[in-house]
Nanobody, 125 residues
Framework: QVQLVESGGGVVQAGGSLRLSCAGS????????MGWFRQAPGKEREFVAA????????YYSNSVKDRFTISRDNAKNTVYLQMNSLKSEDTAVYYCAAGRLRFPPVVTSQGYDYWGQGTQVTVSS
């Protein structure tokens, strides 16, 4: 059972940056695909980014590509989401997720078995 804890959310002005972190409890953290999803009020949860190996590029939704960067530090059991040039439409609860290792990574929530509690990101315009 993998436990995930997100941190780093908050309120930021449009155009600003935030970095989310997700710490995992499992020593086999490196054997999981890691993903970030988000859910805005009244909307379904949507894929944001995923990463398989720390030395390979991540995968992104079109809405965040070129603005967000996913990375992982397996020694620290942590995955990060660097968010730049934030827009009001990025406002949502952001969730970290872990799923079975596969390449390319699954970009739907069904491919992930473990989820964090979420962290709120609010972008003010």
């Amino acid at each position: 059972q993998v436990q995930l804890v997100e941190s780093g959310g908050g309120v930021v002005q449009a155009g600003g940056s935030l970095r989310l972190s997700c710490a995992g409890s499992e020593r086999t953290f490196s054997t999981y695909n890691m993903g970030w999803f988000r859910q805005a009020p009244g909307k379904e949860r949507e894929f944001v980014a995923a990463i398989v190996w720390s030395d390979r590029p991540g995968y992104y939704s079109n809405s965040v590509k070129d603005r967000f960067t996913i990375s992982r530090d397996n020694a620290k059991n942590t995955v990060y989401l660097q968010m730049n040039s934030l827009k009001s439409e990025d406002t949502a609860v952001y969730y970290c997720a872990a799923g079975r290792l596969r390449f390319p990574p699954v970009v739907t929530s069904q491919g992930y078995d473990y989820w964090g509690q979420g962290t709120q990101v609010t972008v003010s315009s």
